[in-house]
T-cell receptor, first 114, second 116 residues
Framework: QKEVEQNSGPLSVPEGAIASLNCTYS??????FFWYRQYSGKSPELIMSIYSNGDKEDGRFTAQLNKASQYVSLLIRDSQPSDSATYLC??????????????FGRGTQLTVWP | NAGVMQNPRHLVRRRGQEARLRCSPMKGHSHVYWYRQLPEEGLKFMVY????????ESGMPKERFSAEFPKEGPSILRIQQVVRGDSAAYFCASSPRAGAGGTEAFFGQGTRLTVV
């Protein structure tokens, strides 16, 4: 059974702070990693994808991947109240051929207070 | 460039009725995935389809649930003889391709199914 674990939260940070979200996965063969943001009652929105070890930055978001440790994280700098949402970590099916199914963690609820 | 389109957004069915959920992928995307999200739970994979083919249905219940993605028209997720436990948000996602790298999947707005 492939598993994706996220720090359960909820996570609460003040406006302007750095929010750190963590995720571990069990399938060593996984090759694609994603972070989705989901507002209450809405659909998941893709915010970051990462495929190689190291850091990937996009605006205020930085994704970090360490395949040896089977660990992926998301940092949100200068957090804003509008970042308050549930963040979902998703990992692809690790067979490396044509299967694109994603395994999702249960999400970390982030609240950014003014 | 329209995103993934799902309809209806909300669907109410009585126990024993059939529910049909539709999904049109993003333009240029030929891979469609259906996920179910139960209250207070994560997204669970149900089925992966390409045009006229079911690639992986290992996440779908063996009975009452079926999915298709015909050559023409949207993908359909069909639930027969619905029960209260089927009440959930059903999301469709599409991607341009599958496999290692470049498999970003984009989600539709979902269909909220309520069984009464």
């Amino acid at each position: 059974q492939k598993e994706v674990e996220q720090n359960s939260g909820p996570l609460s940070v003040p406006e302007g702070a750095i929010a750190s979200l963590n995720c571990t996965y069990s399938d060593r063969g996984s090759q694609s990693f994603f972070w989705y943001r989901q507002y209450s009652g809405k659909s998941p929105e893709l915010i970051m994808s990462i495929y190689s070890n190291g850091d990937k930055e996009d605006g205020r978001f930085t994704a970090q991947l360490n395949k040896a440790s089977q660990y992926v994280s998301l940092l949100i700098r200068d957090s804003q109240p509008s970042d308050s949402a549930t963040y979902l970590c998703a990992v692809n099916e690790g067979r490396g051929s044509t299967l694109g199914r994603l395994y999702f963690g249960r999400g970390t609820q982030l609240t950014v207070w003014p | 460039n329209a995103g993934v389109m799902q309809n209806p957004r909300h669907l109410v069915r009585r126990r024993g009725q059939e529910a049909r959920l539709r999904c049109s992928p993003m333009k240029g995307h030929s891979h469609v995935y259906w996920y179910r999200q139960l209250p207070e739970e994560g997204l669970k994979f149900m089925v992966y389809l390409q045009k006229e083919n079911i690639i992986d249905e290992s996440g779908m219940p063996k009975e009452r649930f079926s999915a298709e993605f015909p050559k023409e028209g949207p993908s359909i997720l069909r639930i027969q003889q619905v029960v209260r436990g089927d009440s959930a948000a059903y999301f469709c996602a599409s991607s341009p391709r599958a496999g290692a790298g470049g498999t970003e999947a984009f989600f539709g707005q979902g269909t909220r199914l309520t069984v009464v």
